[in-house]
């Protein structure tokens, strides 16, 4: 049985080259834990622009099938979610998300479906706004590597269609491509190649067909050996992103990151990673 990836997973591989490893502008310090009952605990804390942001989170499964999941920033924002999952019939997930700021008294909910089967990935979200609720779906299939999808988003109180993207993609052994036609004006394409054991390199294009820009950016990351990993990335300006990943000890990962112009090697960023995983 082959199942597809969901709608925002498509060309995951080449988007996790671009985003995974890289702190730039900031230093971070994220904490993952597991009690012996089960329950995670993700403490995270990040300065940035002399701010420092920092947020709490922890899951657990109370039963067989059912996750709770909470989450409280230093903004004083709430999160919660309630997942049912493969309980009303397999490859059926409900997720119902909380989301309440005490100090503006604002608060919002979302109701998440989503089902996954044999060669199909499918969502379903509306955010329960009682003036009209915003309706997202998005649906995947597969059949021998061939990938194609959609998303559409509906206002319903403007009563407006917001998005409508189309892709289509494939899938080999090292190689994976996706295509993706934004509200029938951005037009993006996804690379990612998988060279050998320890090398990969991906590449990005689009192009908007109204301003007529185009732009694109190339990335590859190399691990050295077991503890150590390369990674860097380069778009159509110059501006170019290196990073060092180094597992210092079995449960400490840090990661190095520095941000410089390759016009004039002048350095523009730089930031630290520190990633415990207890």
């Keep these: 049985m082959v199942i597809p990836p969901t709608f925002s997973d498509l060309g995951k591989v080449a988007k996790d080259v671009f985003n995974k490893g890289f702190s730039i502008g900031s230093n971070k310090l994220a904490v993952k834990t597991k009690t012996s009952s089960g329950i995670a605990l993700n403490p995270s804390f990040e300065l940035k622009n002399d701010a420092l942001i920092a947020s709490f989170?922890?899951?657990?499964?109370?039963?067989?099938?059912?996750?709770?999941?909470?989450?409280?920033?230093?903004?004083?924002?709430?999160k919660t979610n309630f997942i049912v999952e493969d309980k009303i019939c397999k490859g059926l997930k409900l997720d119902l998300e909380i989301v309440v700021?005490?100090?503006s008294g604002k608060k919002a909910g979302t109701a998440k479906t989503a089902y996954k089967t044999d060669c199909f990935n499918g969502t379903f979200d509306a955010n329960l706004d009682l003036a009209g609720p915003t309706l997202v779906a998005t649906a995947v299939s597969e059949y021998n590597g061939v990938q194609g999808g959609a998303e559409v988003a509906f206002d319903t109180e403007k009563s407006k269609l917001t998005k409508n993207t189309i892709a289509i993609g494939y899938v080999h052994n090292d190689f994976n491509f996706v295509g993706f036609v934004k509200d029938l004006s951005l037009f993006e394409?996804?690379?990612?190649?998988?060279?050998?054991?320890?090398?990969?390199?991906?590449?990005?294009?689009?192009?908007?067909?109204?301003?007529?820009?185009?732009?694109?950016?190339?990335?590859?990351?190399?691990?050295?050996?077991?503890?150590?990993?390369?990674?860097?990335?380069?778009?159509?300006?110059?501006?170019?992103?290196?990073?060092?990943?180094?597992?210092?000890?079995?449960?400490?990962?840090?990661?190095?990151?520095?941000?410089?112009?390759?016009?004039t090697l002048a350095g523009v960023s730089h930031g630290i990673s520190l990633e415990a995983n207890l």
């Design 57 to 78: 989170e922890s899951s657990g499964s109370p039963a067989a099938g059912f996750t709770l999941k909470e989450k409280w920033t230093s903004d004083n924002v709430t």
């Design 101 to 103: 700021n005490p100090a």
């Design 189 to 263: 394409g996804l690379l990612h190649h998988k060279v050998n054991a320890n090398t990969e390199i991906a590449a990005k294009l689009e192009w908007n067909n109204q301003t007529h820009g185009c732009a694109f950016n190339f990335g590859a990351k190399h691990v050295l050996d077991d503890a150590t990993s390369l990674r860097a990335k380069i778009d159509c300006s110059g501006k170019t992103t290196l990073s060092l990943t180094h597992k210092v000890k079995p449960w400490l990962d840090v990661t190095l990151s520095n941000q410089l112009n390759a016009k």
